[in-house]
Structure formats: structure tokens, C-alpha cells
Nanobody, 117 residues
Framework: QVQLVESGGGSVQAGGSLRLSCVGS????????MSWYRQAQGKQRELVAT???????NYADSVKGRFTIARDNAKTTVWLQMNSVKPEDTAVYYC???????????WGQGTQVTVSS
């Protein structure tokens, strides 16, 4: 059974940094992309950053220049380095993996990030 486990969330003051990690276990064949999403209270889940199998990255406009996504293909691990965080970055952050020809998706359980002003 595939599992994705996030860690690294917590509380931080505005302007600070956090590093989120997501480790996958179980057999995931042919990963297409790994991503971070977030969902703030009362809002829809939104894409934060994506990295594909070739290492190409894509970021939401709201985090460009502040967040960096990276992955280790061999260990099915993805990180999100969050710098210069803002109160509006407060949300539950979810790890996502898109795999195989059918683009099956897997989700982690989420990790809370709270940024105080």
C-alpha cells in the first residue's frame, strides 16, 4: 500500500522559514510529478508547486521567488523550502504524487503551517 507522510509543518513568524518533507513508501511505479498543494480554512485546495520527472518546476504566482520544490527520485521524497513566509501562507499543506500512464494520484495526510504576523 502506498503511503505519503508529510512532516516539517508548524508555527512560524512572518518572514521566517520552514522546510516541509514528504516521504513515500510502498511501490509507486513511474512517477510523473510530485507536488505540494495547500488548503486554507474555508478555501479550496490549491496547487503550490510541482516538479516533474525531468526536474522541471512550476509555482503558483503567490509563492514564486519564496518557495522552492525539490525531489529525490530514488527515495520518492519531495521537499518544499518556504522562505519569507506570510500570514496568507497559513494552510494545511498536502503532498501529491501523480504516477503511471493512468495518472493515478496519491495524497498525504497533510501538515499544518501557521504563519503569525
Amino acid at each position: 500500500q502506498v503511503q505519503l507522510v508529510e512532516s516539517g509543518g508548524g508555527s512560524v513568524q512572518a518572514g521566517g522559514s520552514l522546510r516541509l518533507s514528504c516521504v513515500g513508501s510502498g511501490i509507486i511505479i513511474s512517477i510523473n510529478s510530485m507536488s505540494w498543494y495547500r488548503q486554507a480554512q474555508g478555501k479550496q485546495r490549491e496547487l503550490v508547486a510541482t516538479i516533474d520527472s525531468g526536474g522541471r518546476t512550476n509555482y503558483a504566482d503567490s509563492v514564486k521567488g519564496r518557495f522552492t520544490i525539490a525531489r529525490d527520485n530514488a527515495k520518492t521524497t519531495v521537499w518544499l523550502q518556504m522562505n519569507s513566509v506570510k500570514p496568507e501562507d497559513t494552510a494545511v499543506y498536502y503532498c501529491n504524487v501523480d504516477a503511471g500512464f493512468t495518472h493515478r494520484t496519491y495524497w498525504g495526510q497533510g501538515t499544518q503551517v501557521t504563519v503569525s504576523s
